[in-house]
T-cell receptor, first 114, second 113 residues
Framework: DAGVTQSPTHLIKTRGQHVTLRCSPI?????VSWYQQVLGQGPQFIFQ???????GRGNFPDRFSARQFPNYSSELNVNALLLGDSALYLC?????????????FGPGTRLTVL | GESVGLHLPTLSVQEGDNSIINCAYS??????FIWYKQESGKGPQFIID?????DKRQGQRVTVLLNKTVKHLSLQIAATQPGDSAVYFC????????????FGTGTQLKVEL
């Protein structure tokens, strides 16, 4: 069975640009969450989506947005990129929305902002 | 503020020895805890989880212990192997927090041959 997949693997952007990151959950999983992991730190929660609706949002500015599609895949968008947005962006999928539920992570997208 | 934290940033063990990685949490409302392993350049990999109504859970070569009295969580790895070298994170889900994971900063486990 395929795990969580993310694209692209690596991305280099310049300040002020916009980026779109993509995630496909494990087959049958309806919940997708996004996390930002800065080098040397643990992942920080950005968003959770379940059944195409936002079900949770972390402490990130409005430059960050996301959506979930009918096939449960998801996109994370970041506008007006800052140097501090350089990080590994992780997507995690799980079966259910709000029960404590095991989340499985993808390999991440490494974003570098120059 | 409330957080999940780890006692030691780096742990070095000899191959074949047992490893113990510790984690402290401060939120009494946390009801679900997970250990993840992250190898360089990869996403976190689920190892084992435990709910707050349990104090011990065992998997293959791993055991998680939960002490709610002192808000402490530990991961024990038996017969540590070179492939166990990675950063280990504890994470929590708080009651009413949906499925949001709150991670600590991680412990680097180095296995020496």
């Amino acid at each position: 069975d395929a795990g969580v997949t993310q694209s692209p693997t690596h991305l280099i952007k310049t300040r002020g640009q916009h980026v779109t990151l993509r995630c496909s959950p494990i087959s049958g999983h309806k919940s997708v969450s996004w996390y930002q992991q800065v080098l040397g730190q643990g992942p920080q929660f950005i968003f959770q989506y379940y059944e195409k609706e936002e079900r949770g949002r972390g402490n990130f500015p409005d430059r960050f947005s996301a959506r979930q599609f009918p096939n449960y895949s998801s996109e994370l968008n970041v506008n007006a990129l800052l140097l501090g947005d350089s990080a590994l962006y992780l997507c995690a999928s799980s079966l259910q929305q709000n029960l404590p539920d095991t989340q499985y992570f993808g390999p991440g997208t490494r974003l570098t902002v120059l | 503020g409330e957080s999940v934290g780890l006692h030691l940033p780096t742990l070095s063990v000899q191959e074949g020895d047992n490893s113990i990685i510790n984690c402290a949490y401060s939120n009494s409302a946390s009801d679900y805890f997970i250990w993840y392993k992250q190898e360089s350049g990869k996403g976190p990999q689920f190892i084992i989880d435990i709910r707050s109504n349990m104090d011990k859970r065992q998997g293959q070569r791993v055991t998680v212990l939960l002490n709610k009295t002192v808000k402490h969580l530990s991961l024990q790895i038996a017969a540590t192997q070179p492939g166990d070298s990675a950063v280990y994170f504890c994470a929590e889900i708080r009651q009413g927090g949906g499925n949001k994971l709150t991670f600590g900063t991680g412990t680097q486990l180095k296995v020496e041959l």
